[in-house]
């Protein structure tokens, strides 16, 4: 936050200031006056705070938020993250329509956003997690991470910001030249720009802005997808420098934030979903509908939609529904839409056909039922059948979702077709590659590593990384020299996860020090130190892991993944009741969740205790996921303890899971031989033969039972 000597860091940097914009620009900037963007983070006083602050009480699940002004200072008395309550100063506004939040100062230097929030269009407090039971101290609770204006809010809301986290003294010096998003937040520096109007050299070429009217379609909406994104951040600080992919990664259309067809479903501020769109394709950007500088639809109603479409569209013989009702609507059937944080209405920027039949197929939304709540997908798809026809176009959707349904061909067509959308290719190169693939499909998404998309190489190299396939590091290295940031940082994790040395290699050096500015700017995120601590148990730097992991969990206790890997670290150290501890603690705060059931059991089975191993093996077996190993290794300690029937039935029980296992059938041949079962043996051991028909010590075993 702003600080003294803020002034001095603007000055002495290329930023400016819109005061320096206004003389030549007064036209945009009375645009942008009042904007949302202008308006995205203020000063609290009584002129910008919206909220009733007259003594006024909300409760919600038992905690109460007072709101009441004193010496004309804005305050709210609200329990701390130890279920305590304190008067907290409300010191900054964020945003202003259709809700307004309010931000309060912490001793570290973090700025925390307040869990209830102001409704400015019906003139009350609510809260933005309604649904959610919340401890004091969770991540998502208004004292955690995810409601921290440094960590989750900033880097969008204000202008040359800088987070400064220090992961040492876990303190933030965050500073901005400018509190909202000012002109420069867009434009780039402006320092060079405003010298050369104030003295115009007739002989040099004005210096260009980041942001201009000259920019490429799909380079404009890169700009904005800065902010406009689902995306996490990859460098220390925003230069202004590059392509929008060299310092951030974008969500891919993955649940839960898209629907299985793509549709937006958590928040995705509208970059995910515009990217899948044939306008976006065909070069619309953000402004052929939105004012650059006020932010409004430059037309109202289907007029928008009637500056490039024909007039025919706006027709009861296209729409089938009344004049000017809302059915007649463009964006009602072409821009469904979502409420999130609990009052604010956002359009999916898809521009999709609705598809009612792939909602009877595959259970996606659909904009009809979305109106017609009282009728049934079957319905609408009926309907769309007798208007339109049963033909639909060749979407990308029809892939990704039958892709999802098992059909893996289809995810491949997609992937292999470069007139997709890239974001829908790289998708479905995700889902693709968390299947089991044989050595030749693994082989064919080598070619995937010299792809025209970015995201679509930097999802093949992740693919690698997934096969733990180190035949491929020659295919992969040139990578390291990627023209984009995210494909190099993407190069260096797979070399750094696959155990490869590669001292000496130059672009690998240059590229991992791109990675660890990655994971410093990720370091107030508990999934940032656990990232840290892979890092450093890849590098052999155990005691620095187990570090980042403890960090990771002081962030947000529950973050279970960085407790389950902290767990096996500490027990290879010898502190084996920690281990259990921590295994007990995941059991704990997920009592579904098979993995910590499962890791326990091997734990108590280490240390020789058989009782306690048979029970947490016992219980992985009906958890989730459904886990084979856990199967396999009860199966086995039922064996050592001469449990054989059991062994056996458990098996019988995964083999429903996972039918052509052949551990698991090797199993069930032992126990079956164990208790001498002649004939049952002798029929798993074929099967056995049938799977691994070379194997010699099933046909060794096959003769021995003959009958």
């Known amino acids: 936050m702003p600080k003294d000597n803020i002034q001095n860091k603007v000055q002495n940097s290329k930023f400016v200031g819109k005061e320096a914009c206004i003389k030549c620009h007064k036209s945009e900037y009375d645009s942008w006056n009042g904007s949302h963007h202008q308006l995205a983070m203020q000063i609290g006083n009584a002129k910008t705070i919206l909220g009733n602050f007259d003594n006024k009480t909300f409760e919600h699940k038992g905690i109460k938020h007072t709101f009441f002004k004193k010496d004309s200072i804005f305050y709210v008395n609200t329990a701390d993250k130890n279920g305590e309550y304190h008067d907290y100063k409300i010191e900054y506004t964020f945003g202003v329509t259709p809700l307004q939040q309010y931000i309060v100062k912490f001793p570290n230097g973090a700025y925390q956003c307040l869990i209830t929030a102001w409704d400015t269009e019906k003139n009350k407090w609510f809260h933005l997690q309604p649904h959610l039971e919340l401890a004091h101290n969770e991540w998502i609770n208004w004292t955690g991470g995810a409601m921290r204006w440094n960590t989750a809010c900033a880097d969008c809301h204000s202008t040359n910001l800088k987070k400064d986290f220090n992961q040492t003294t876990s303190n933030f010096n965050t500073t901005y030249s400018e509190i909202n998003v000012s002109c420069e937040a867009c434009h780039g520096p402006a320092r060079d720009h405003v010298s050369f109007y104030k003295n115009p050299n007739k002989n040099s070429i004005a210096p260009k802005l980041y942001m201009s009217k000259s920019l490429a379609s799909k380079s404009l909406v890169e700009k904005c997808a800065r902010c406009h994104s689902r995306r996490s951040q990859i460098t220390k600080k925003f230069d202004y420098e590059g392509h929008f992919l060299d310092h951030y990664n974008p969500s891919l259309l993955i649940s839960p934030i898209y629907e299985l067809d793509g549709q937006i479903k958590d928040e995705d501020y509208v970059y995910g979903s515009f990217t899948q769109s044939k306008m976006y394709q065909s070069g619309v950007t953000c402004l052929d509908c939105h004012d650059a500088h006020s932010l409004k639809l430059k037309r109202t109603g289907n007029n928008l939609c009637l500056k490039c479409h024909e007039p025919k569209y706006n027709s009861k013989s296209h729409h089938y529904h009344k004049a000017n009702s809302n059915g007649s609507q463009c964006i009602n059937c072409h821009m469904t839409g979502k409420t999130y944080m609990g009052n604010d209405f956002r359009r999916d920027h898809s521009f999709r056909i609705p598809r009612p039949d792939q909602s009877v197929k595959y259970g996606t ?27 639909r176009p060749d979407h990308f959707s029809n892939y990704l979702l039958a892709g999802y349904h098992g059909e893996q061909i289809a995810l491949y067509t997609l992937l292999s077709q470069s007139t997709f959308p890239e974001i829908t290719r790289a998708t479905a190169l ?195 996921p459904v886990n084979i190993r856990a199967f396999y290794n009860y199966a086995l300690k039922l064996q050592a303890e001469s449990q054989n029937q059991k062994s056996i039935k458990i098996i019988n029980e995964a083999l429903n899971f996972f039918p052509d296992n052949e551990r698991l059938l090797y199993v069930k041949l032992i126990g079956e031989i164990n208790l001498k079962q002649d004939i049952s043996a002798y029929n798993t051991c074929s099967k056995l033969i049938k799977l691994s028909p070379n194997n010699e010590n099933y046909q060794q075993i096959l003769k021995s039972l003959n009958m």
Not at 368 to 388: L, Q, R, V
Not at 459 to 468: G, P
């Open 365 to 391: 939304p659909n904009a009809c039922n979305g109106c017609h709540k009282d009728k049934t997908p079957e319905w609408a798809s009926k309907f769309i059948n007798s208007k339109y026809g049963t033909k």
């Open 430 to 624: 995700y889902k693709y590659t968390n299947h089991q693939l044989s050595p030749k499909e693994i082989n064919d998404i080598r070619k995937f590593l010299n792809d025209p998309s970015i995201l679509v190489r930097n999802e093949a190299i992740r693919a690698f990384e997934k096969f733990n396939s180190k035949s491929h590091f020659a295919s992969i290295e040139p990578l390291l020299r990627d023209s984009v940031r995210l494909v190099r940082i993407s190069a260096v994790k797979f070399f750094n996860n696959m155990g490869a040395n590669m001292s000496g290699n130059s672009s690998f050096e240059k590229a991992e020090k791109e990675y660890l500015d990655e994971l410093e700017i990720s370091a107030d995120f508990a999934t940032g130190q656990h990232q840290i601590a892979i890092y450093h148990e890849h590098k052999g730097h155990i005691d620095l892991a187990i570090q980042a992991y403890r960090k990771s969990l002081e962030i947000d206790n529950r973050y279970n993944m960085s407790r389950m890997n902290l767990a096996i670290l500490v027990y290879k150290q010898g502190q084996i009741e920690e281990a259990k501890n921590l295994y007990l603690k995941v059991i704990e705060l997920e009592p579904e969740y098979s993995n910590s059931y499962y890791m326990l059991g091997l734990l108590y089975n280490e240390i020789g205790d058989a009782k306690n191993a048979l029970k947490y093996l016992s219980e992985a077996c009906y958890k989730k």
